[in-house]
């Protein structure tokens, strides 16, 4: 399996996630299933909606850009191209950033832990290491260079 395609099949998971969080918050699940932690708590927070739109829902459209971007760097023509590995490296990059600060909010400013928000951090940050792995092995000298 290539890094590429184990990147579209960790972003599928975090859709999955994402998608879960934003049915929770427009209303068509009653109540998320946590365990332990204050989901609920980080999901009806102030915090929750940005520019108008739910976070989980701005996760759903950033996992499916991910998921894309990754599924057409395994065409052919995409293959060794240096320029997808560098998107894909910006793109989940900006994701850690940003999943960093959601972080920071629900530690300093709600006080509460979701766990759903977690395991999605995890995805990010796991996307991210798949794709600078990617883009190290695209950047390295190709044989007869």
Do not use: N
């Not at 599924?71 to 052919?76: C, M, P, R």
């Not at 300093?108 to 759903?116: E, K, S, T, V």
């Not at 995890?122 to 883009?135: K, P, Q, R, S, T």
């Amino acid at each position: 399996m290539t890094r590429r395609m184990l990147l579209a099949l960790v972003a599928l998971v975090g859709v999955l996630v994402a998608t879960y969080l934003t049915l929770y918050k427009l209303g068509y699940i009653g109540t998320l299933v946590c365990g332990t932690g204050a989901c609920e708590l980080v999901q009806t927070s102030r915090w929750a909606t940005f520019l108008g739109l739910p976070v989980a829902t701005w996760g759903v459209g950033y996992y499916v850009a991910v998921l894309a971007l990754a599924i057409a760097g395994t065409q052919e023509q995409f293959a060794g191209d240096r320029r997808m590995a560098t998107a894909l490296l910006a793109l989940t990059g900006w994701g850690v950033l940003f999943t960093a600060w959601l972080t920071y909010l629900e530690l300093f400013r709600i006080h509460a832990i979701c766990r759903w928000c977690v395991g999605s951090a995890c995805i990010v940050v796991v996307m991210f290491i798949i794709a600078l792995l990617d883009y190290r092995a695209q950047a390295a000298p190709q044989p007869g260079e």
